[in-house]
């Protein structure tokens, strides 16, 4: 690394803790993130072209993976059983407005046909992305699709959960300095580490979130292992995680979707909404809190979404249960919808009618 890049991570370093410090004075949940992501946005719009290395953001993911299992136990499976009918048709009602959207974006030669529908998939964005690209679709208008959903979601669940009073209000300062147990955190993190190796090697999609994820949620079920994190080390996961976001909104990928920018945000916005007026619906339905129902069912990144959760004092077994559904859901369904997309988009084409795409490199 040279002196400029070293100068441009110490920067990036000290705006995101400002940022965060700012985020969580006003009473904003996650800071955490959102402090780091706003920053990171920043500095890649002005130029500034860091990347953040693949292994820390590997790290990142398996201790996010190690969060949401220990958020999950028997009881959270046992309720996804008796409601199973809720938990389905909210995976198929968010899935399908999604897909809708999707497939207007590409109708409308906004986006081409699997680009629009993989940038319109909520779920983990990483792994949105990385699929995309093995699936032939154009990851940088994917990534600049997803992640702008991500910070719009996180960005609307912090000013809702502020809005009701659902912030910790905890002193977020000793909070970090608060010791967590050493062995059960130096198992955790054994955990999170051997899963993402697992999940790598045998290339499964989101496999560093995933397989920590999964092992942690068979030991913490059976009662082997509490999953435990020391504050620090979930702080910088938080940070590693917006930090990914905000530096793919680099200068390139911005040009690049400039004409399609309008009607990615409408979509976006439309999303939201939809998301929203689904949450009040399972609020009723469940008698669980505005904000804890909005999480469950709001199409922002599973891994984001699990940091807001654990910011604010949530429901968080119903809105991980909710969101790894549904996540489960789109890495089945994902692919068959994609192609199928491609593949109308491919029949339109044909036909002669004038498009609206974007050119790649454009």
Known sequence: ??????????????????????????????????????????????????????????????????????????????????????????????????????????????????????????????????????????????????????????????????????????????????????????????????????????????????????AGIALHAMGVLRMTLPEPVLALSYALVGWRIGLAFTRETLALAAKALPRVLLSTFVLIGFSAALSLVVARLTGIDPVSAYLAVSPGGLDSVAIIATSVPVDQPFVMAMQALRFLAVLALGPSLARMAAGRFARSTATGAPSRTLPPGE
């Not at 004075?25 to 959102?34: N, T, V, Y």
């Not at 699929?131 to 600049?144: E, H, K, N, Q």
Request: glycine content about 12%.
């Open 1 to 214: 690394m040279n002196a400029r890049a070293a100068g441009l991570w110490l920067a990036l370093l000290a705006a995101s803790a400002a940022g965060t410090a700012i985020l969580e004075w006003i009473g904003l949940s996650a800071g955490l993130l959102l402090g780091p992501m706003l920053a990171a946005i920043a500095f890649s719009a002005r130029g500034a072209a860091l990347r953040l290395p693949r292994p820390f953001f590997v790290g990142a993911q398996a201790v996010i993976g190690c969060l949401i299992a220990g958020t999950l136990d028997m009881g959270t499976f046992a309720r996804v059983v008796t409601q199973w009918p809720l938990f389905l048709g909210v995976t198929a009602a968010t899935l399908g407005a999604s897909s809708l959207l999707g497939y207007l974006l590409s109708r409308w030669r906004v986006l081409p046909g699997s680009t629009a529908i993989w940038g319109s998939m909520p779920g983990a964005a990483s792994a949105m992305v990385v699929m995309a690209d093995a699936f032939g679709a154009d990851a940088r208008l994917v990534a600049f699709m997803t992640y702008t959903r991500v910070v719009c979601v996180a960005g609307a669940a912090s000013i809702l959960a502020a809005a009701l009073g659902a912030h910790r209000g905890d002193d977020w300062l000793v909070t970090m300095l608060t010791p967590a147990p050493l062995i059960p955190s130096l198992a955790t993190l054994a955990v999170a580490g051997i899963g993402a190796f697992v999940g790598l090697k045998l290339r499964i999609p989101a496999g560093a979130l995933l397989v920590p994820m999964a």
